[in-house]
């Protein structure tokens, strides 16, 4: 199985600063025969599903603020908010989708400092 | 609007059985790939089972191979999940998922609200 660790476990970031997110796979998830990452990352708020933000490592989901942009390729990954919102107090997971069995990150818990 | 209502979960003891259900709305159920994930506190996120657009494809996490089915009633818009020889590691909130086609079916761009199942003496 494919193992997704993401860094840092938990992270407070002032309102309006950068907020980084690592992600890494425990091989690559890039395809070579479409250069294509097999990876998503999604945004999970106390009490809710998770909703899709990022596919393709790096393609917004419709309705996703620009504020938030995926990165990286091969094994490894990055999600950044670029100014952050009060409204983006979440925990944030990667998934591989490269094969089964798909695999998530243990989750990283964005807070405001 | 896309909607995904599950129901089902609830309280078994080791070695029951319960079938989860997702009531699916909003979109055109027979096209999409559809999944079920869990979470637990402990595990996080945990990918179960998806089946095809056309149900004749199915895959499942080792972990549940031979103990889970998945199923789907294209003329009722529902998915279900029978769960059989329940351990307590099952115990987790069952999330019904829609597969994003423009990502090869492979990740999830709507989720239900979970149901929660909880294997107990």
């Known amino acids: 199985d494919i193992v997704m660790t993401q860094s840092p476990d938990s992270l407070a970031v002032s309102l309006g600063e950068r907020a980084t997110i690592n992600c890494k796979s425990s091989q690559t998830i890039l395809y070579s025969s479409n250069n294509r990452n097999y990876l998503a990352w999604y945004q999970q708020k106390s009490g809710q599903p998770p909703k899709l933000l990022i596919y393709?490592?790096?393609t917004r989901e419709s309705g996703v603020p620009d504020r938030f942009t995926g990165s990286g390729s091969g094994t490894d990954f990055t999600l950044t908010i670029s100014s952050l919102q009060a409204e983006d107090v979440a925990v944030y997971y990667c998934?591989?989708?490269?094969?089964?069995?798909?695999?998530f990150g243990q989750g990283t818990k964005l807070a405001i400092k | 609007e896309v909607q995904l209502v599950e129901s089902g979960g609830g309280l078994v003891q080791p070695g029951g059985s319960l079938r989860l259900s997702c009531a699916a709305s909003g979109f055109t159920f027979s096209i999409y790939a559809m999944s079920w994930v869990r979470q637990t506190p402990g595990k996080g996120l945990e990918w179960v089972s998806t089946v095809s657009g056309g149900g004749d494809d199915t895959y499942y996490a080792d972990s549940v191979k031979g103990r889970f089915t998945i199923s789907r009633d294209s003329s009722e818009n529902t998915l279900s999940l029978q769960i059989n020889n329940l351990r307590a590691e099952d115990t987790a909130l069952y999330f019904c998922?829609?597969?994003?086609?423009?990502?090869?079916?492979?990740?999830?761009?709507?989720w239900g609200q979970g149901t929660l199942v909880t294997v107990s003496p």
């Open positions: 393709w490592a790096s």
């Open positions: 998934q591989q989708y490269y094969y089964t069995p798909y695999t």
């Open positions: 998922a829609r597969n994003k086609e423009s990502s090869g079916w492979k990740c999830f761009d709507y």
